[in-house]
């Protein structure tokens, strides 16, 4: 790998619009007032690394979960999936991985499945690293059936500047282990809710690289890890 292939990276069309108008507002800044005019410049290469889509090495083994985002492990609690899904009663793990306004915000698949079902619900746009985003704020949620049967729920959550989820996938599609299955603009969190039983291999604080770090794995009677930080 070469520097410049460390610097510059492939862009998700989804944001091409944006960069173009940050570039055409820049350049009326540069009449107005030229250090304007670099402060939006500045903005203009913010935002095209914003939509950057950067090439994953995705681990394929069978019962791996990968994170389905870029960014940082804010919750891990049992809780009850999204109720407009009406998967049951019983309480899930949830990870919890919180994007900031600099983490890449294309979504991918953690695990190889079938999309059930997909339930878009309108909401407010708290701070998506608080708790109660989770239940108040506009989120996407996908229900991906596995081989075995069982179902991993993956839940696209709007943060504080995020005004919209795109998704990229219809239900019945089969996805792959780190397809790409949507993107969230401006700061945002995705949830993933672990089957019955299954641990997460992951810890509070810890970074994700989305559709390469491990998060789970269904075949593993391993232990919850703990962390810590140095």
Known sequence: MNMLNTFIKPM?????????????????????????????????????????????????????????????????????????????????TRISVFMNVFNCHVNRSPIAGKVMEINYRPGKFFNASLDKASVDNERNSLVLQIP??????VVQIAGLVARRIVSFVKPKQTLRIGQRFGLIRFGSRVDIYLPTGVQPLVCLGQTMVSGETVIADLTSKELARDGRKE
């Open 12 to 92: 998700h069309r989804e944001g091409i619009k944006f960069v173009l108008i940050f570039s055409i507002t820049s350049l009326i800044l540069f009449f107005i007032y030229i250090p304007l005019g670099w402060v939006g410049i500045g903005l203009t290469i913010w935002c095209y690394y914003f939509f950057r889509d950067p090439k994953r090495t995705t681990p394929v083994r069978d019962g791996l979960l990968v994170s389905p985002a870029d960014g940082v492990i804010s919750l891990i609690e049992k809780t009850m999936p999204p109720p407009e899904l009406d998967i049951g009663k019983e309480a899930l």
């Open 148 to 153: 075995d049967g069982r179902q991993i729920i």
